[in-house]
């Protein structure tokens, strides 16, 4: 075996060496990086796309290396054929097998070597993005096994003909074939049933599986079985040619049946394999293509069994048609993760009428008119592209709209992908679960036991609303505790009694301080209740309204957050959005509505809701005591508040306008510890402003509107993220608009967070002029008025509160018609005393599980926001709602979601830059490349060199 080696080893240096003692091997090397490097930075516009990838490096390899191996293998044997030499070499003592083997490696380490020549392009995407070296690899790899495929065939049509040409035509149609069998334009004609077998046989439609970055080992194993067929058909046209003239013997037919049974193998090991699919590694740096541990956890959680019906016509439009063999690979993934919890089933409503009635009855699923067109006909055409997740009575459905996103591919051409399907089914898989669950018994998902604690003074100490509550409360709790089994223990306490021990305790423990019911009532009771377990503790709130059903539904909503699972609500607070200035959030409340309820309030009564997980201020004005009162007590409550606010609001209407903004937040942040600056901050490290330019051509006025850098959009990248906290750790950039500077303490009692920061190369200003003046100021349109330096923009605190109403009177006591006086004429009082029923106390400080985030602008993940970044880069952007629904999970300590969410995030962007620095690195790439070519030639120079002298001393020594 080391001998058939050392002969391979030989045969591959000598053809080495002929290919780069003659132009051939640098014309080769010139066309394949030439013709990279072309497509890379021209035809598929990388700068224009702004992804952080290598994709465009990649995308037309496998039609390139047809043509470029053609040429190099062409005249392997069909040379040999031709000047004679071939009968001496298949006559000689050397094996046939070590001469093919040499000839096959000597062809692919000249192409491994033009492969490793692009290095500095993935190398020169890592410095400008935070590229993911998994597909990278995966597409190297790929690369080099499909050249070995598309060498052994070139290797084998070699020995078919004397005539290299002829040698290059039959191995072009060869490897052409085996491309376009698994090509979409082939496939797409016989729908995905058999498309998805014929492209399991394209050297293509697996070389896009491995160049996504997942090692499969039935893509492994296809290339090795073509290159080891070819290889083996090979060697039979060589022993074919030296028994020419000799008559078939039993040695030869031996051979034959050997030969045969060796490719037979080879092709029926591909069928096997293609039936496991658990053989593969997931190389992406976020397990992009694998169940999550999220998704896992899941579907352990299952009660029922779990249905996944996905809907695919086999006739679809052609951009859907590949991806559908891909939703099936990831369906399947559940049914075995799911361990026979979850049920399959893939069909096709238009091949039965009666199943396209029950899809329309049962689960809505319509099918949609798509218009596709080729050269010779358009047509409309009526197909699916659903999943239907049912569990229990419960069912959601997904289409085309939440599976797929369409992403722009230079100036005409559209990519359609997935958009991160697992994270869409097992968000429904959640929504019909916690659906399903909410009807039954709550208790059935909670382990451990509940304790209710009620802190309640005695009756005559209660005003007579509470008097009766307290009543209607015990038999409440009593019929929960039936239901419960006895897993909820009740235990009543007055705080007055045993000398104030328990009150005493309250106020230490807990904040708790005596309630008053109005300013007509002032005799202080207590009226607190609490849920324990041994992990976590929760206040029920009073409700707004004080009777039975609100008092139920307040302890049921209580006991759901104990309870894993369940939908959790999200109060809401945010400007009314009128008119052309008008802050507005659609798009925001679109993406959480996906995965919470949202109940849209003012705070202006002093309460939060009493169903509330989680409090979200966007863009306050002007708060009122009360509204104050509501996020403090909220957040003393043990509750988790995300706030929004600047000094400044920006108005669109008569252009870029900065005005003076008050919130009325101010005095309460700056008792945290935080401090919102009256400055703008502006960053040399920022997005795109969509700019109008005037241009005058020939006399004619054109208006083109130029992307041109404005530094108050702070472009965040990996340093400017907190990567130890999961809200921001997710994320590879985010760009914020017209944001504030954040100086906050740091508080020794909680934990402290900056989250958001910007560049060392940002500045503040106190202009409010908001339009950049790009004449005066070339490089970013704005004067550097102040000193550079980071600007922190959003921090987070988790820990102990105190109120900043401590000591303080209540402001729910103050009357309605003047909120900001606390005396009452006598002809006022018999009006309070008919409008104003009211519970109050001040919960002086909260628990250690309190949470508060503020990010410094009032236009964060608004809609305008959102709008002008999007046109800038040409695409939708979303990364501020990631963060904020990044936020809510870390707020309510959904970790699960908030990993598998972080897998649609990732759409790795690249640093804004100039015309010029994208110049410079393309040119860069360019000047390397040829440098490459050089270091290569010097190589084979001093390698020839360093022969000749070996040479020389043979000759001497003989």
Not at 13 to 38: D, I
Request: with cysteine.
């Amino acid at each position: 075996m080391t001998s058939y080696l050392v002969i391979a080893q030989q045969v591959a240096g000598k053809e080495l060496r002929s290919s780069f003692n003659s132009p051939s091997a640098y014309l080769f090397l010139a066309a394949f990086l030439g013709a990279v490097l072309f497509n890379f930075f021209w035809l598929e516009f990388f700068f224009a796309r702004n992804i952080a990838d290598v994709r465009p490096l990649f995308e037309g390899l496998p039609l390139l290396l047809i043509f470029l191996i053609a040429a190099i293998t062409m005249r392997s044997w069909s040379e040999e054929l031709r000047s004679g030499t071939l009968e001496s070499l298949i006559t000689s003592p050397s094996p046939a097998f070590s001469l093919i083997l040499g000839k096959f490696l000597g062809s692919w380490l000249l192409v491994l070597l033009a492969l490793a020549l692009t290095l500095p392009i993935p190398v020169s995407v890592s410095l400008i993005g935070n590229i993911d070296w998994g597909p990278v690899i995966g597409a190297y790899l790929a690369s080099a096994l499909l050249a070995a495929a598309y060498i052994s065939i070139g290797l084998c049509m070699s020995t078919r003909t004397d005539n290299p040409i002829v040698a290059l035509i039959l191995t072009t149609l060869t490897c052409g074939i085996f491309y376009f069998i698994g090509s979409d334009l082939l496939s797409n004609l016989f729908g995905h049933h058999i498309g998805g077998w014929l492209s399991l046989a394209g050297t293509g439609s697996r070389f896009d599986s491995v160049s996504k970055g997942v090692l499969d080992i039935r893509d492994f194993y296809y290339y090795i079985s073509i290159i080891g067929i070819f290889l083996i058909l090979n060697l039979l046209g060589l022993e074919r040619l030296r028994w020419a003239g000799n008559p078939l013997n039993q040695a030869h037919s031996r051979t034959y049946w050997f030969a045969g049974l060796l490719i037979a193998n080879l092709l029926a090991g591909n069928i096997w394999l293609q039936q496991i699919n658990g053989l593969r590694v997931d190389i992406t740096e976020d397990q992009n293509h694998s169940i999550s541990s999220a998704t896992q956890t899941q579907l352990n959680n299952l009660r029922e069994p779990l249905l996944l019906h996905g809907y695919f016509s086999t006739k679809t439009h052609p951009l859907l048609a590949p991806l559908i063999p891909q939703l099936k690979d990831l369906l399947n993934e559940y049914k075995v993760a799911g361990k026979g919890n979850v049920k399959v089933i893939f069909s096709d409503p238009t091949e039965n009428r009666e199943m396209e009635e029950e899809a329309a009855a049962t689960y809505g699923v319509k099918p949609v008119p798509f218009q596709t067109a080729d050269r010779h006909q358009s047509a409309i055409v009526n197909s699916y592209f659903d999943i239907v997740i049912a569990y229990g009575d419960e069912y959601q459905t997904l289409g085309f709209q939440e599976l797929i996103e369409i992403k722009a591919s230079g100036d005409r051409d559209l990519d359609v992908v997935l958009k991160n399907p697992e994270y869409a089914i097992t968000r429904s898989i959640r929504k019909v679960t916690n659906a399903f669950q909410s009807s039954g018994n709550i208790f059935d998902l909670i382990d451990a036991p509940i304790k209710f604690h009620g802190y309640i003074s005695s009756k005559e100490k209660l005003p007579e609303e509470l008097a009766d509550l307290r009543d209607e409360l015990e038999s409440i709790l009593l019929e929960i505790k039936s239901k419960s089994g006895n897993q909820l223990q009740i235990d009543f306490q007055d705080p007055d009694a045993q000398n104030g021990a328990t009150a005493e305790f309250l106020q230490s423990e807990y904040g708790f301080s005596p309630q008053i019911a109005s300013l007509l009532n002032p005799e202080p009771f207590w009226f607190y209740m609490i849920l324990e377990t041994e992990e976590e503790l929760i206040q029920v709130p009073l409700p707004e309204a004080l009777d039975a059903a609100s008092i139920e539904k307040t302890i049921n909503a209580a006991l759901q957050r104990l309870a894993p699972g369940f939908l959790k609500t999200l109060a809401i607070v945010k400007p009314e959005g009128h008119g052309p200035g008008g802050q507005r959030y659609s798009q925001l409340e679109a993406a959480l509505q996906e995965e919470m309820r949202l109940n849209q309030t003012t705070l202006e009564s002093g309460i939060v809701p009493e169903d509330a997980d989680l409090l979200l201020v966007l863009s306050p004005e002007s708060f009122t005591s009360k509204q104050v009162f509501a996020i403090d007590q909220f957040l003393m409550r043990g509750g988790s508040v995300i706030i929004a606010t600047s000094p400044f609001s920006i108005s669109l209407e008569r252009g870029l306008e900065a005005m003076p903004y008050s919130s009325g937040l101010e005095e309460w942040l700056d008792t945290k510890g935080i401090k919102i600056q009256d400055t703008l901050v502006l960053d040399a490290s920022s997005g795109n402003l969509p700019v109008p330019v005037e241009r005058n051509i020939g006399g004619l006025t054109f208006r083109d509107i130029q992307m041109l850098k404005y530094p108050h959009f702070p472009d965040l990248r990996t340093d400017g993220l907190n990567q130890n906290n999961p809200i921001t750790s997710s994320l590879d950039q985010i760009t914020l608009s017209w944001v504030s500077p954040i100086t906050a303490s740091d508080p020794s009692n909680m934990k402290y967070e900056e989250l958001l920061k910007t560049s060392k190369d940002s500045w503040t200003s106190s202009s409010v002029d908001l339009i950049p003046d790009y004449d005066s100021h070339p490089e970013n349109g704005f004067s550097v008025d102040s000193e550079t330096s980071s600007q922190v923009l959003a921090v987070s605190l988790e820990g102990t509160f105190d109120s900043f109403f401590r000591d303080k009177e209540s402001p729910l006591l103050e009357p309605s018609a003047e909120k900001g006086s606390t005396s009452v004429d006598e002809g006022d009082a018999e009006e309070i005393d008919e409008t104003v029923s009211v519970v109050t106390s001040v919960i002086e400080r909260s628990s250690d599980a309190s949470r508060l985030i503020v990010i410094a602008s009032n236009n964060f993940a608004s809609d305008v926001s959102l709008d002008l970044v999007s046109q800038s880069i040409n695409a939708a952007y979303s990364k501020p709602i990631a963060m904020i629904q990044n936020a809510i999970d870390w707020s309510l300590e959904d970790e699960a979601l908030l990993s598998l969410r972080g897998k649609t995030q990732l759409a790795r962007t690249l640093t804004p830059m100039s015309g010029n620095e994208s110049r410079i690195i393309e040119y860069l790439n360019y000047f390397f490349t040829v440098v490459g070519i050089l270091l290569v030639w010097l190589w084979r120079r001093n390698a020839d060199k360093k022969e000749q002298l070996r040479q020389e001393q043979l000759l001497t020594e003989v």
